[in-house]
């Protein structure tokens, strides 16, 4: 946060009160409107958020921007216009996300989130609808990351070993990133409320990456689309699932040095019975 770059006096201001409601005064690149509000015996601090402006006003009158909130604080970020929608967007999901590493989800708060950026929590409000959206991009943020990892992964080395690369990348990648990666699983949506269909586009590409390792390590099972699907998601769950446990400190210690084991004696074990299945289904010559 910044501190307001221009501080007016009581002293500068004495023609406050001869200025009538609506007046329009330039200053610098800056139009002010004037509103005369009176109040009995004192004076408050009134800040103009589309410049860095701070006012101490005498006691007789106010000056306020029109539908801009009064804040108790000289220390704020003002509003400023070249802001888009868009930027305001990316910058509220990039604050949250900085917020959720340093505090994890208890230290998430709309507020929090708009003191950082240096707009008030209802334009947060007017951008994302609730809280719970917001976070849902921070996730979304961290989901886009993982693929990212994982698409890395998959052009690199033989098939054989693919899985298995790719259970370790999600792994290392949940450790690296352990207070956001948490959020998935603390994150609880309003009763009756699903996430949007993006957010599951996001988890699909996640599954993908491992149907597509899959078929190149068993390639009779591109035979049965909807079956190397399916075994895909019982993989990626799993290793889902043991991140969360391990991010969340839901594992006993024991299991986080063998996480990497645990996974490569699932994959093993698992990729060996589709294999069993493959065979058996295999048409006889």
Request: net charge positive; charged share 25%; with cysteine.
């Given at each position: 946060?910044?501190r ?7 002293a ?50 106010h ?23 868009e ?26 989130i ?10 947060l ?16 943020l ?26 370790r ?15 998935i ?7 009756k ?9 996001r988890?699909?590409?996640l599954?993908d990456?491992?149907?597509?390792a899959?078929?190149?390590q ?30 969340t ?8 040095e ?28």
């Open positions: 946060m910044m307001s770059s221009l501080a007016y006096r009581p500068r201001l004495k023609q406050a009160s001869k200025l009538q409601n609506g007046s329009r005064v330039e200053h610098g690149k800056t139009t002010l409107i004037f509103l005369n509000i009176r109040h009995e015996q004192y004076s408050r601090k009134v800040f103009f958020t589309n410049r860095a402006l701070s006012c101490e006003l005498p006691l007789s009158s000056i306020a921007s029109r539908g801009i909130k009064s804040f108790g604080s000289g220390r704020f970020m003002g509003r400023r216009s070249r802001h888009t929608a930027e305001l967007r990316e910058l509220a999901i990039q604050s949250a996300y900085q917020i959720i590493t340093e505090n994890g989800l208890a230290g998430i708060s709309a507020r929090a708009a003191r950082r950026i240096g707009y008030s929590a209802g334009t409000y007017n951008i994302f609808g609730s809280l719970d959206e917001l976070v849902l991009e921070v996730e979304g961290l989901l886009g990351a993982l693929d990212r990892r994982l698409s890395q992964v998959a052009a690199e080395g033989p098939p054989q070993r693919q899985l298995n690369k790719l259970a990348a999600y792994l290392n990648f949940s450790r690296e990133n352990e207070k956001v990666w948490s959020l699983a603390q994150h609880d949506l309003p009763f409320k699903s996430a949007p269909p993006w957010y599951s586009e988890l699909e590409r599954s990456h491992f149907e597509d899959l078929a190149n068993l390639p009779l099972m591109k035979n049965n689309p909807k079956s190397l699907k399916q075994s895909a998601r019982v993989v990626w769950a799993a290793l889902h699932g043991i991140s969360l446990m391990s991010a400190r839901k594992l006993p210690a024991m299991f986080h063998s996480m990497q084991h645990i996974a490569d004696d699932l994959i093993e074990t698992y990729v060996a019975g589709l294999q069993d299945r493959a065979n058996r289904d295999r048409p006889s010559a």
